[in-house]
Every structure is written in structure tokens, then in C-alpha cells.
């Protein structure tokens, strides 16, 4: 195909093949998506494990000290 300039074009190479700028920042970005989403994922994951073990201690605890701080604890939650 000629141009307005008159130089050739080929645009039959080309065509339907997307460019390597467009694959390169496509790549990158599924894969900072995808790395965030395992970061975060992993931080709730830690997050709530050590929330888990918190309160299993203080759970723990409360038993080991006895039924009127139960209570206590109880009517404090409430």
C-alpha cells in the first residue's frame, strides 16, 4: 500500500499482530496485579492468624486465673 507520501506501508504484516510496547505493559501489569493481590492475601492470612492466637491466649489466661475474672471479662465484652 502507498502512502500519501508516496512511501510504501506495509500494513498486511502487521494486521491483527499487537504490538510489543502493548504486550510488554499488558505483562507487567497482570503480573503487579497479581503480585499485589498474593501480598495482600497473605497479610489477611497473617493478620487474622495472629488475631486468632491473641485471643486464644487471653482465652487461655482467663481460664488459668479463674471464674471471677470470667465474669468480669464477660460483663466487659457485654
Do not use: H, R
Amino acid at each position: 500500500m502507498i502512502g500519501p507520501d508516496g512511501n510504501y506501508i506495509d500494513d498486511e504484516d502487521n494486521a491483527g499482530s499487537p504490538s510489543l510496547v502493548v504486550v510488554v505493559v499488558v505483562v507487567v501489569v497482570v503480573v503487579v496485579v497479581v503480585a499485589l493481590l498474593l501480598f495482600f492475601f497473605f497479610v489477611v492470612v497473617v493478620v487474622v492468624v495472629v488475631v486468632v492466637l491473641l485471643l486464644l491466649l487471653l482465652l487461655l489466661l482467663l481460664l488459668l486465673v479463674g471464674a471471677s475474672c470470667w465474669s468480669l471479662a464477660l460483663v466487659l465484652l457485654l
